[in-house]
C-alpha cells in the first residue's frame, strides 16, 4: 500500500529565508505527483504537478523535483514571504489509465513571519 | 465563478441521523471525488465518479452513498450518521481522467461534527 510521508510537519521561518519541503513516497510506480497548498478553512490549491517522466517543474518561486527511483519529492519557495504561510500537501497519482486515485501526505504547516 | 460549490459549510448532527453534502462544479468536469480529511492523516478518497450514472468506491466507502444524476452534481450521503464520520470533507473535480496533466480542483470543504 502506498504512504507518502512529509517531513518537517511544521516549519517556521522569517521572511526572506529559502526553504525546502520535503514529500517521500513508499511505491515508485507513480503516474504523477502534485504538490497542493491549504489555507485554514479552505479547500486545496494545485501548485505544481510533475509527471512521472519530469524532473522537476517551476512556477515563479516555487521548484519542485521529482526523483521516482528513490521516492521523494522536494518543494523548493524561494524568498518566502508571510503571504506563502500554509500547509502544504503533496499527492501522489496511482494508477497509469482510467481513475486517477491520489494518496495525500499528512502536510507540512509553514510559517513565515514578517 | 467557476469552480466548486459545497454545501453546508458547516452541520452538526446526532449519532443516527441522516443528511446529504451537497458538491457542483461548473466546469463541465468529467471527473468528482469526495475526499475526508481528520488531524494526523492525510485525504483519503471516500467514493469518485468518472462520469453521469457512473459511481465506485475509495479507500474509506462504509457509511457513506453518492450518486451522479448529472454531469454537474455529486451528493455526499449519510445515511446514519456516527462519531466517527465527524471531518472535514472535500469535493474535487477535474476535467477527464484520461488526461495525465490533469488537476484537480477543490471545494471550500463541508466541516462535519457527530455528536
Known amino acids: 500500500k502506498q504512504e507518502v510521508t512529509q517531513i518537517p510537519a511544521a516549519l517556521s521561518v522569517p521572511e526572506g529565508e529559502n526553504l525546502v519541503l520535503n514529500c517521500s513516497f513508499t511505491?515508485?510506480?507513480?503516474?504523477?505527483l502534485q504538490w497542493f497548498r491549504q489555507d485554514p478553512g479552505k479547500g486545496l490549491t494545485s501548485l505544481l504537478l510533475?509527471?512521472?517522466?519530469?524532473r522537476e517543474q517551476t512556477s515563479g518561486r516555487l521548484n519542485a523535483s521529482l526523483d521516482k527511483s528513490s521516492g521523494r519529492s522536494t518543494l523548493y519557495i524561494a524568498a518566502s514571504q508571510p503571504g506563502d504561510s500554509a500547509t502544504y500537501l503533496c499527492?501522489?497519482?496511482?494508477?497509469?489509465?482510467?481513475?486517477?486515485?491520489?494518496?495525500f501526505g499528512t502536510g507540512t504547516r509553514l510559517l513565515v513571519s514578517p | 465563478n467557476a469552480g466548486v460549490t459545497q454545501t453546508p459549510k458547516f452541520q452538526v448532527l446526532k449519532t443516527g441521523q441522516s443528511m446529504t453534502l451537497q458538491c457542483a462544479q461548473d466546469?463541465?468536469?468529467?471527473?468528482m471525488s469526495w475526499y475526508r480529511q481528520d488531524p494526523g492523516m492525510g485525504l483519503r478518497l471516500i467514493h469518485y465518479s468518472v462520469g453521469a450514472g457512473i459511481t465506485d468506491q475509495g479507500e474509506v466507502p462504509n457509511g457513506y452513498n453518492v450518486s451522479r444524476s448529472t454531469t454537474e452534481d455529486f451528493p455526499l450521503r449519510l445515511l446514519s450518521a456516527a462519531p466517527s464520520q465527524t471531518s472535514v470533507y472535500f469535493c474535487?473535480?477535474?476535467?477527464?481522467?484520461?488526461?495525465?496533466?490533469?488537476?484537480?480542483?477543490f471545494g471550500a470543504g463541508s466541516r462535519l461534527t457527530v455528536l
Open positions: 474535487a473535480s477535474s476535467y477527464s481522467r484520461y488526461s495525465g496533466a490533469n488537476v484537480l480542483t
Open positions: 511505491d515508485s510506480a507513480i503516474y504523477n
Open positions: 499527492a501522489v497519482r496511482e494508477g497509469y489509465t482510467g481513475f486517477q486515485k491520489l494518496v
Open positions: 466546469m463541465n468536469h468529467e471527473y
Open positions: 510533475i509527471q512521472s517522466s519530469q
